[in-house]
């Protein structure tokens, strides 16, 4: 079992930036591939960005690649979520995932373990 809790997020004028943490419970933290997602008011959850159980490989959405940064400390037990040049379509509840299988993947039913989530809101 693992529990997830993200922290960071906020409220931030657009271009401006924002770091949410994810910190993990547990001892197989590195056994996990680790995803962030985030879902807007009336639409569905979407993938943000993914990474490998050792990092050494990182996966982005098309829409905040080249904007968002995700990295992992195994020995913290953490995964981070650097976002910069935030945008109002941004906005949205954001939450991070772990799967057990150790792959990234963009499918939210591909991850075993989820966050509360923490809400992130881009202004104008």
């Known amino acids: 079992q693992v529990q997830l809790v993200e922290s960071g997020g906020g409220l931030v004028q657009a271009g401006g930036s924002l770091r949410l943490s994810c910190a993990a419970s547990g001892r197989t933290f590195s056994s996990y591939a680790m995803g962030w997602f985030r879902q807007a008011p009336g639409k569905e959850r979407e993938f943000v960005a993914g990474i490998s159980r050792s990092g050494g490989s990182t996966y982005y959405a098309d829409s905040v690649k080249g904007r968002f940064t995700i990295s992992r400390d195994n020995a913290k037990n953490t995964v981070y979520l650097q976002m910069n040049s935030l945008k109002p379509e941004d906005t949205a509840v954001y939450y991070c995932?772990?799967?057990?299988?150790?792959?990234?993947?963009?499918?939210?039913?591909?991850?075993?373990?989820w966050g509360q989530g923490t809400q992130v809101t881009v202004s104008s």
């Open positions: 995932a772990a799967g057990r299988l150790g792959i990234v993947t963009t499918t939210p039913s591909s991850y075993d373990y």
